[in-house]
């Protein structure tokens, strides 16, 4: 393999490693909101932005177009840490098994 190649292979390698390393802890910020982790001083010096980006928005917008099946107008989205989902389904799965007696 030529050394041009390689390179480039590695620089892909690099940059693909630093985007698991971020959805990782944008995964770890989800699934463990009330947890305080402190900050790495990386992440302290680098600018934060809140909010939603433009591709999540779109991503969005698609989903409630296919469920509605027309264009939505989106006026607010806001993220709501509840447990009632996984409770529910909880409930779901202990229901359907069969109690032997």
């Given at each position: 393999m030529s050394k041009h190649k390689t390179d480039d292979i590695a620089a892909t390698l690099a940059a693909l490693q630093a985007q698991i390393a971020e959805l990782t802890k944008r995964v770890d910020h989800y699934e463990h909101p009330l947890e305080q982790v402190a900050p790495e001083p990386a992440?302290?010096?680098?600018?934060?932005?809140?909010?939603?980006?433009?591709?999540?928005l779109i991503a969005i917008s698609a989903a409630i177009g296919a469920f509605l099946g027309v264009r939505a107008h989106i006026r607010q989205i806001r993220l709501v840490s509840s447990t009632a989902w996984a409770q529910q389904g909880r409930v779901s799965i202990q229901a359907s098994h069969?109690?032997?007696g």
């Open positions: 992440a302290v010096a680098a600018p934060q932005h809140e909010g939603i980006t433009e591709q999540e069969r109690l032997q």
